[in-house]
Each structure stands twice: as structure tokens, then as C-alpha cells.
């Protein structure tokens, strides 16, 4: 069993930055492949970013590759995403989600936990 919360979320105007925190609880965490996935208004829900369970493979969404960068403090039992350069277009509420298996995926039914949602909002 995992638990998790996200946090870091806000209103910021575009060019903006924010990292977006996930607390894990439960032993299975470090086990985990991981990932985060976004929601707007009347949107399918989309994965953003996705991690391995050891951290050495990562998966981005095009739209935002080279601005957003994901990552996990095994230690901490943390994930974070940095969003760089923010566009309004990334306004959403963000989902934190692990699978319970040890690959990186980018289907949402993939994901077992899920966290409560942290919303993002970028003005232009």
C-alpha cells in the first residue's frame, strides 16, 4: 500500500517556475516505477513525466521536454517535478501516481496509488 500527497502547486504567470512535491508513504515505495500526470478543465487526464523504480530512466511528454524535469529521493520517499519556462497551456490540476511495479509507464490505468491532485495555474 502507498500513500501519497502532492503539494507545490499555485498561480504563477508564464516564464514562471514551481517544483511539485509528492510524499510517499509505505514500504513499497522505493519499488515503484512513478509518475506525474495532469488534468485540465475537459481534458483527458495525460502523463506528464514518469520514473523508474531505481531513477535511471525517465519518460516526458513532448510538449514539455526540456522545461519539466522529474525526480525521486528514495531516502525521503519524495518525488518532485520541476516546471520551468510555464505556459499557460500547463494550467491543470497535477497528479502524483505510482504503479507498485518496477518500470516507467505512461498509461494511467498503469498506476495503482494515486495521489489527491495539486492545482496549477498559469496565467499569461
Known amino acids: 500500500q502507498v500513500q501519497l500527497v502532492e503539494s507545490g502547486g499555485g498561480l504563477v504567470q508564464a516564464g514562471d517556475s514551481l517544483r511539485l512535491s509528492c510524499a510517499a508513504s509505505?514500504?513499497?515505495?522505493?519499488?515503484?516505477?512513478m509518475g506525474w500526470f495532469r488534468q485540465a478543465p475537459g481534458k483527458e487526464r495525460e502523463v506528464v513525466a514518469a520514473i523508474n523504480w531505481n531513477g535511471r530512466a525517465t519518460y516526458y511528454t513532448d510538449s514539455v521536454k526540456g522545461r519539466f524535469a522529474i525526480s525521486r529521493d528514495d531516502a525521503n520517499n519524495m518525488m518532485y517535478l520541476q516546471m520551468n519556462s510555464l505556459k499557460p497551456e500547463d494550467t491543470a490540476v497535477y497528479y502524483c501516481?505510482?504503479?507498485?511495479?518496477?518500470?516507467?509507464?505512461?498509461?494511467?490505468?498503469?498506476?495503482?496509488?494515486w495521489g489527491q491532485g495539486t492545482q496549477v495555474t498559469v496565467s499569461s
Open positions: 501516481a505510482a504503479s507498485g511495479l518496477l518500470g516507467i509507464f505512461t498509461q494511467w490505468n498503469s498506476y495503482r496509488y
Open positions: 509505505g514500504r513499497t515505495f522505493t519499488a515503484s516505477g
